[in-house]
């Protein structure tokens, strides 16, 4: 009878173990929430965040559960939350797989003990002032998919241990202070789609490892400090680009004809840099490019012809060069632009022909001979 007894208290635990263990944990998870919130100065848009609703924590706004109770999820951009991540318990939200918390005013630093959510798949604090550097905890993160500290006020070198980030496709650490680390201890991204390091402090040359990234289709360096040639892998590798931005580095030499590789090519930005050297005929190859600035460089040479294959252009910007010639009559088979600059010598009657045009920057050029009529025409579109 005693071993009767024992068995069924055993098997009372047992069915018990699953109710009351969640429940628990739940708990705790929703505590550790409520006292982050306290630590807000403002968090108004967290009104059902409640003591008093402890036990309905997975309805809480910005809240999302799994299918055991524990939190799994925290989405809260824009939700006016001002404060610090000091009070935020890491370790009590083990299971996170998303948290957003972009478009905030959260301040002061992001901690080492963000490291602990290694199930997350979805990070994203961009648009606060977090002030400090990125922790190298951030390689513990291995299963990241999305990663965005953008728009931030973050300092210091970028921490090698993001390249433990093997299976990220989205990468944004654009509008900060960062600056350059040793890029040769950076691997390659195989499944990185969109990479972002505009305006913060780098430095030294393309790094080698943006090259080898096979599937980005978006990469911008704009507004740093970077400089060299633009090397010929980035052409020859980098095929499924649609958006690349180099504009506003320190970049020279002469733009490369492999150039054409790109053919998916959409938005092409290299202006104030200084390139120098003619503008390749193989340009005219990337006929899906919509918007293509080479403005402030040190260009030179004629029009190149095969520039009127770009039927899809809306924005060309080619002002501060040192191009000589006149804008040849091809410009009117650019019959999708609606914002052109730049040239020298008399003005196409062909221009005309641009009747999507909305914006015609004529200043700061050579023109010479008389301004056709058809430009009095388009300017009742502009």
Request: charged share 15%; net charge negative; aromatic share 10%.
């Amino acid at each position: 009878m005693k071993t009767a007894h024992l068995f069924l208290a055993y098997l009372f635990l047992l069915t018990m173990c699953p109710c009351v263990c969640p429940s628990r944990a739940a708990t705790s998870e929703a505590e550790a929430l409520m006292r982050w919130k306290s630590s807000l100065s403002s968090s108004a848009s967290l009104e059902s965040w409640s003591v008093n609703n402890i036990s309905n924590h997975c309805r809480w706004i910005g809240i999302r559960c799994n299918d055991e109770g524990s939190v799994s999820g925290i989405s809260l951009p824009g939700s006016g939350l001002a404060g610090t991540l000091d009070l935020f318990h890491f370790t009590a939200l083990l299971n996170l797989t998303t948290f957003n918390l972009s478009g905030n005013y959260l301040n002061g630093s992001v901690p080492a003990a963000l490291g602990n959510l290694t199930s997350l798949t979805l990070l994203d604090l961009s648009n606060n002032p977090f002030s400090s550097a990125i922790p190298p905890e951030i390689g513990r993160l291995t299963e990241l998919r999305y990663l965005s500290f953008s728009e931030n006020q973050m300092v210091g070198e970028i921490p090698y241990q993001i390249g433990n980030l093997r299976k990220v496709r989205f990468l944004d650490l654009g509008s900060n202070y960062f600056k350059s680390p040793d890029w040769s201890r950076f691997p390659t991204f195989p499944f990185l789609t969109h990479l972002n390091l505009y305006y913060n402090e780098l430095t030294s040359e393309i790094p080698h490892f943006i090259t080898t990234c096979l599937n980005l289709t978006f990469l911008d360096l704009s507004l740093n400090n970077f400089t060299g040639q633009i090397p010929e892998s980035l052409f020859t590798n980098l095929v499924k680009l649609e958006y690349l931005d180099l504009s506003s580095n320190a970049f020279q030499g002469p733009l490369s004809p492999n150039i054409t590789s790109l053919t998916k090519l959409k938005d092409l930005r290299l202006g104030n840099n200084f390139f120098s050297g003619n503008i390749p005929q193989e340009l005219g190859l990337c006929n899906k490019l919509t918007d293509l600035d080479l403005s402030q460089n040190s260009l030179s040479g004629p029009w190149p012809p095969s520039l009127s294959n770009l039927g899809n252009l809306s924005y060309l910007g080619l002002y501060d060069n040192e191009f000589s010639g006149e804008l040849p009559s091809e410009i009117g088979l650019l019959t999708n632009l609606e914002h052109l600059n730049s040239f020298s010598g008399s003005i196409p009657p062909e221009i005309g022909n641009l009747q999507n045009m909305r914006w015609l920057y004529l200043s700061t050029n050579n023109f010479s001979g008389k301004i056709p009529q058809v430009v009095n025409r388009l300017s009742g579109n502009m």
